[in-house]
């Protein structure tokens, strides 16, 4: 499921707020902040929570989980897993 982006005032402070809090953790528990995303609930302030994941996982590893379609429409993918030594991460297979 996806949600559509409709931008309020004050969500650049929110988020902001989000991504600083996010720049703080370890790549692993970054990993594990995507992974606790369950699903998509329709939640403006969910929809802010997953532009700051994005923003940082594209900061920090040139790529990200989050499905983002022109910062307007953001989703979840698949759950990730982080390698360590390779210091990225990769999705996990459905099986």
């Known amino acids: 499921m996806k949600q559509v982006y409709v931008k309020r005032n ?3 402070e929110i988020i902001q707020k989000y991504i600083l809090n996010l720049e703080r953790k370890s790549d692993q528990e970054l990993v594990d902040a995507y992974n606790r995303e369950k699903r998509i609930y329709g939640v403006h302030r969910q929809v802010l929570y997953l532009i700051a994941l994005d923003s940082v996982f594209t900061e920090r590893f040139g790529k990200s989980p989050i499905i983002n379609e022109d910062h307007t429409i953001l ?15 990769e999705f996990l297979n459905d099986n």
Do not use: C, P, Q, S
Request: aromatic content about 12%.
């Open 10 to 12: 004050g969500d650049e």
């Open 75 to 89: 989703g979840l993918n698949r759950k990730i897993v982080y390698i360590a030594t390779l210091k990225t991460f």
